[in-house]
């Protein structure tokens, strides 16, 4: 799937930051610049200097990512 340059998916939580896919790198992003909790494989948007997990598009990207997995491992 490519991605936006404005998504930017969390792989992982590690200590005060967020290990993050954007396109085709990985960022570090500061806790403190994140408004919310985010969790692995939310997206976030990035709006003037903060970061902003989106709802609706990781309730999408889930969704997808579970009717590519339906019959993997039946």
Partial sequence: MKLSKD?????????NFA???QEDKVIKI???CINGMPKDGDIL???DSFYYIDEELTNNRKAVVDDLMKGMWE
């Fill in 30 to 32: 500061d806790m403190k």
């Fill in 7 to 15: 998504i930017i998916i969390v792989d992982r939580i590690e200590s």
């Fill in 19 to 21: 290990i993050c896919e």
């Fill in 45 to 47: 948007i990035k709006k």
